[in-house]
Each structure stands twice: as structure tokens, then as C-alpha cells.
């Protein structure tokens, strides 16, 4: 396949960290080649039978603490002493993960807001480590009767541990569940530039710099840390379609910078349009010193901020979809006592969570599968979506860890 029209055209424009480009106002015509075939949409509708919300899970209590992370790490042969050195953000939350409870109240949201539209779609909730698993989730629908299933999953761009990994195990969890052959499971598109996901960031960003600005600090010196998980630049240099050229760090890094600079381009409605200093950070490295990650860390651009002439700073979770370990402990914690040896006030803006735009729009982006819309008619904010429905053999993979087979894409 050649280079979409959409990388033809230029992505996103791509702008220096700290400096705000004006994105091109000019409405986009859908040009790329895979809605012309529609081989990576599907536009026609779809009778699904139930959706799965599917999440990552996290421990209940200090005893789930090992067990979970022997899940997560799975097939990489990881000692538990070495286990125990990462658990210690959640001992000192007394082994509880927000993520569990997090994923029940969304869970409960979105049952509410298909009630309230009159849809008929139970929902089932599993998750890739911790139960309720998938494989809870697929034997349970199954057990009703439920065959053709859409799996929405809490993660909103692409990489191998924020999709392809999913789909990995949801091939796993229907093997496992014995369900091979009886049910069927497509996957939600990524939603990283979908108006309702973007919304709850766009208010807290707009929040934050206004009441600052109210505090008399100047729109110039308050700086704008959009954070997000770091990976290994191994699997974000593969994070999107391979014939697509998406700049360094891949897919991943292009899809933040275009949510980033699309929040930016807005804020000038509260700042009567003077810019803001903003740069994308990562967070939560793990892995070995030796294997790359995505840098510069939070932390490290926090301890900087004074030398730039950085009066405030506002932190934002543009990686994740609620406030669960990376945010309470890498932001809440970790980020926050940063900004505070420095000496600048700092704010962390809110995660999508159960807002209510983010609510519904998950809902929206359901429907446009059991509609079968166009692409063309899907929304996005950013240039480089709608992201795909179906994901090719090959993308995302995780070089690592080897081929496994997953489900909801192209067969190879
Ligand atoms: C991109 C990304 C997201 C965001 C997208 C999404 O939301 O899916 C995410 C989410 C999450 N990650 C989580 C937890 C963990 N992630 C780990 C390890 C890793 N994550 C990675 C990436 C990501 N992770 C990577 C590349 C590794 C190294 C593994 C390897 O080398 O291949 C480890 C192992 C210990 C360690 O290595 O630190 C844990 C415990 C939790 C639960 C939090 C809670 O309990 O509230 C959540 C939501
Ligand atoms: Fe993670």
C-alpha cells in the first residue's frame, strides 16, 4: 500500500516543543485509501449481541499484589523478588489499585447511558490482568447466548501494551474459555482524538491555566506538561501502520502530539489567544537502564522548569483514561513533590474517568460499529484520525516477545 493521503497531505503540523502552531483551519476531506476500500473500516452494520469493556486490572488487597504482577509480566520469567520491587506503589496504597473500582463505575455508566438512548446491549466487564478476567467476561456472555461481541478497551492509542497486547489476549481468552469458532469479537477503534475523550482534558487544561492566569502569573509562564506512560522506543517506533511514516517515536508520539497541540490551539480561548509553553513527557519507565524508553521524564523537565522562567505548571494525563496507579502515584506523588522542590505551583488535571462526554462518546463510538458509519463521517479532532477499526498483521507487534496470535484484525 502506498502513503496515505493523510501523511501525504502532512500530519498534524508538527511544531518545536514550546512553540504553538495554528493548526490548518481548512475543513479535511477523507482522502485515505483504506476508507476508499474500506478495508481497515467497517462501514457495513454489525447486530452485536453484547460489548465487553475490557481494562488491565489491578490488585484488591496486599495478597493480590504478587499474583497480579506474575500476570502482568507473564512469559518474561521475572523472579518475584524483582517483583516485589515494583510492587511497593501498591503496598503503600495497602495493595488496593483505583482501577478495579474505576472500571466498575465506568462500567455502570455506560450501561446507564445505553438505557438512556433506549439501546438493548448488555455490557460485560473483564480484564487482561486481574479478575473479572476476559475469559470471565466471553464465558458469561457466551453463557447467555451471546455470540457476536465488541470489546471497547480503556486505552486510547496505539502501541503493543495498548492494543495489540489487548488483542492478544482476547484471542487467548476465548481459546481459554474453550469459545473457539462460537463467538466473535471486534474491537473498538482508539479513540486518542475523539471529541468525548479529549473533552474532559480540554476543561481541566482550560481550568487550570485560567485560574492561574487569575492569580496574575503570565500566560508565558505557565508551562503545559502533557504526560503520558513512556515505552520502550522499540515498540513505539512500531506503534502504527508500518507503510506510514509518523516521525520519531512512531504512531504513539505522533498521536499525543496532535491531541496536545489541538488542546493547546483551543486554550487561546482563555488566554485571548497568547501562547502557552507546553511539551509532551513521559512517565512510569520501567525495564531494564540499558533497553530505551521515551523520554524526557516528568521528572527530570520539572527539575528544569525554574531555569526556563516557569511560574506555574499544569500537568496533564493525556496518556490515561482514569486516575488509577500511574496517576495517583507518578503524577500525584511522584510529579507534584517534583514541582514542589522547585518550588512552582502545580495542578494535574483531570482523566477522562465517568464524565459524562467521555461517557457518551464511547457510547458514540459503539454505534458507529453497529451503524457500520462511513469513515468519512466518524469524528476526530486531529488529522490522523478516525483511527482504523480492524489492525493490520504486523502492527504493533512487540518484537520482544514474539508473534502471538490476536483477534479483531486482518488475518495474516
Ligand atoms: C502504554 C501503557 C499504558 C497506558 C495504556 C493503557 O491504559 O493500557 C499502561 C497502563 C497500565 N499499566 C499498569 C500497570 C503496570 N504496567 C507495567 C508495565 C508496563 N506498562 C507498559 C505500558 C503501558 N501501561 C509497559 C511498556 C510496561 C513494561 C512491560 C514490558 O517491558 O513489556 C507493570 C509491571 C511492572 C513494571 O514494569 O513497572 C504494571 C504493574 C496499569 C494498572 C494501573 C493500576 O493498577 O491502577 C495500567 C492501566
Ligand atoms: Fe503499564
Known amino acids: 500500500m502506498t502513503a496515505y493521503a493523510r501523511t501525504a497531505r502532512g500530519r498534524a503540523p508538527r511544531c518545536e516543543d514550546g512553540a504553538v502552531t495554528a493548526p490548518d483551519q481548512s475543513p479535511v476531506p477523507f482522502a485515505s485509501p483504506a476508507a476508499a476500500t474500506g478495508a481497515e473500516f467497517v462501514e457495513t452494520p454489525v447486530d452485536y449481541d453484547a460489548l465487553v469493556l475490557a481494562s488491565f486490572g489491578g490488585p484488591e ?60 446491549l448488555p455490557v460485560y466487564g473483564g480484564n487482561r ?21 465488541l470489546v471497547l478497551a480503556t486505552s486510547a492509542y496505539s502501541s503493543y501494551s495498548s492494543d495489540r497486547q489487548y488483542r492478544e489476549d482476547i484471542a487467548r481468552a476465548i481459546t481459554d474459555a474453550g469459545l473457539e469458532g462460537r463467538v466473535t469479537a471486534d474491537k473498538v477503534r482508539l479513540f486518542f482524538d475523539h471529541p468525548g475523550f479529549v473533552a474532559p482534558f480540554q476543561e481541566g487544561v482550560d481550568a487550570a491555566v485560567a485560574s492561574f492566569l487569575e492569580q496574575g502569573i503570565a500566560a508565558s509562564d505557565i508551562h503545559v506538561l502533557f504526560s503520558t506512560h513512556s515505552i520502550p522506543t522499540a515498540d513505539a517506533e512500531r506503534s502504527g501502520p508500518r507503510d506510514i511514516d509518523w516521525g520519531e517515536g512512531g504512531a504513539y508520539v505522533a498521536q499525543h502530539r496532535a491531541v496536545a497541540e489541538h488542546i493547546v490551539h483551543k486554550l487561546g480561548a482563555v488566554t485571548g489567544g497568547a501562547t502557552v509553553p507546553w511539551q509532551l513527557v513521559f512517565q512510569s519507565r520501567s525495564g531494564p537502564p540499558t533497553q530505551p524508553w521515551l523520554e524526557p521524564d516528568i521528572n527530570d523537565v520539572i527539575a528544569e522548569l525554574p531555569a526556563a522562567g ?12 482514569s486516575d488509577h496507579m500511574e496517576v495517583l502515584w507518578d503524577l500525584d506523588t511522584e510529579a507534584i513533590e517534583s514541582a514542589a522542590e522547585v518550588g512552582i505551583p502545580a495542578v494535574r488535571t483531570q482523566t477522562p474517568g465517568i464524565h459524562p462526554a467521555f461517557v457518551s462518546g464511547l457510547i458514540d463510538l459503539v454505534l458507529e460499529r453497529v451503524e457500520g458509519t462511513p469513515a468519512a463521517e466518524r469524528p476526530h479532532l486531529t488529522d490522523l484520525g478516525p483511527w482504523y477499526d480492524v489492525t493490520r498483521p504486523g502492527d504493533c507487534e512487540n518484537v520482544r516477545l514474539g508473534f502471538k496470535p490476536a483477534a479483531a484484525g486482518i488475518a495474516p
Not at 516557569?310 to 483514561?321: H, N, Q, T, Y
Open 61 to 120: 488487597g496486599q495478597d493480590d499484589v504478587i499474583p497480579f504482577l506474575r500476570n502482568v509480566t507473564r512469559g518474561r520469567g521475572i523472579p518475584d523478588e524483582r517483583l516485589e520491587e515494583v510492587a511497593h506503589h501498591y503496598r503503600h496504597f495497602g495493595g488496593v489499585s483505583p482501577i478495579n473500582e474505576q472500571n466498575r463505575q465506568l462500567k455502570a455508566a455506560l450501561e446507564a447511558e445505553l438505557a438512556s438512548r433506549g439501546i438493548e
Open 129 to 149: 490482568n486481574w479478575a473479572p478476567y476476559l475469559e470471565d467476561a466471553f464465558t458469561a456472555a457466551a453463557h447467555e447466548g451471546h455470540k457476536t461481541l
Open 310 to 321: 516557569a511560574k506555574a505548571v499544569v500537568i496533564v494525563p493525556l496518556g490515561f483514561v
